[in-house]
């Protein structure tokens, strides 16, 4: 069952400061200090639409847990990387990131309009990002002329549609004439956290000859808002396919019934689930992780309760800029002869039999 949004905290600009957080009664005032020296490294943001959300009462808020700043986000444990997926490896020009040889990342913008507390660029993203200058963009977007390997183009960031219309239109344009790119991936997560922001012009400006793809952000059913759930329509409405990346996250979204309800309030509302994420090795975020094997599991409960068209790949981006694999748990079994077993989604074992030549 769908979670419906009952709005608690109202806020007519967005959240920036320790202060807006005490007057909003998020944090007391002996919390202000330690607030202030974690937004000194990260930046606070979080919008009137996920503030109106947030249960003050409530100490595990699964909106205020991904958006307001903990003291332990200073805590870095050695694996913890300030470029944990390896973009800078693999930046030949400033706002792309050639990873994969068929696709690559294009990043205009190092802003967001909330900031996670979990981000995997937080080195790099906040209210001090640098975005792409004119002449920086240009030699972007040479950049994938000039390579006729590129098939995709992932806009993301800092948040892609942050950006203005003029801005957004003139770089989906640009993309829509590169005869070699055949589709547009766009990673946001302003449908659901500043939802105001997609109106009938902004999904015209996505409607081009290629097909452009959306990918959604969302971690939790209670960042569906009404008008979240309306943003996400205009976009489909007008044939922009969506899918769905979610980062699994201690205390907030580990259980199999906040997924269920997650990935089953996504499909009825025609986003598919995409990813889920295993927290990436970023500094300061090891709180929100949970252990491989816990999200092995994760996915093991959820292929026995939830619809194939919910389930989404779990995958790990290895540290370092390697890509990323499926980590998600295993069926099958070799036995000798060419048979297997296969385990089913009650864990129950099946022999299945070798295969003639």
Known sequence: MDTPATPRVNRQRTTRSSQDLLEANLISPSDVAAIDAVNEHFSIAVTPDMMALIDPADANDAIARQFIPDPRELETRPEEL????????????????????????????????????????????????????????????????THPDIWEVILTGGDPLILSKAKLHHIIQALDQIEHVDVIRIHTRIPVVDPSRIDAEVAQILKVSKPVYVVLHTNHP????????????????????????????????????????????????????????????????????????????????????????????????????????????????????????????????????????
């Open 82 to 145: 300030a470029d944990p997926i390896g973009d800078i490896p693999h930046t030949p020009v400033k706002g792309i990131t050639h990873r994969y040889p068929d696709r690559v990342l294009l990043k205009p913008v190092h802003v967001c309009p909330v900031y996670c507390r979990f981000c995997f660029r937080r080195e790099v993203v906040g209210d001090n990002g640098e975005g792409l200058s004119p002449a920086e963009l240009d030699a972007a977007l040479t950049y994938i002329r």
């Open 222 to 357: 209670q960042e569906f808002s009404d008008a979240a759930r309306t943003a996400c329509a205009t976009l489909i409405d007008t044939g922009i396919p969506m899918l769905s990346q979610t980062v699994v996250l201690k205390g907030i979204n580990d259980n199999p019934e906040t997924l269920t309800q997650l990935f089953r309030t996504m499909v009825k509302n025609r986003i598919k689930p995409y990813y889920l994420h295993h927290g990436d090795m970023a500094k300061g975020t090891s709180h929100f992780r949970i252990t491989i094997q816990e999200g092995q599991a994760l996915m093991r409960a959820l292929r026995g309760r939830v619809s194939g068209i919910c389930q989404p790949t779990y995958v790990l981006d290895i540290p370092g800029g390697y890509g990323k694999v499926p980590i998600g748990p295993h069926f099958l079994q070799k036995q000798e002869g060419d048979s297997y077993y296969v385990e089913d989604p009650w864990s129950q074992m099946h022999v299945y039999p070798p295969q003639g030549s």
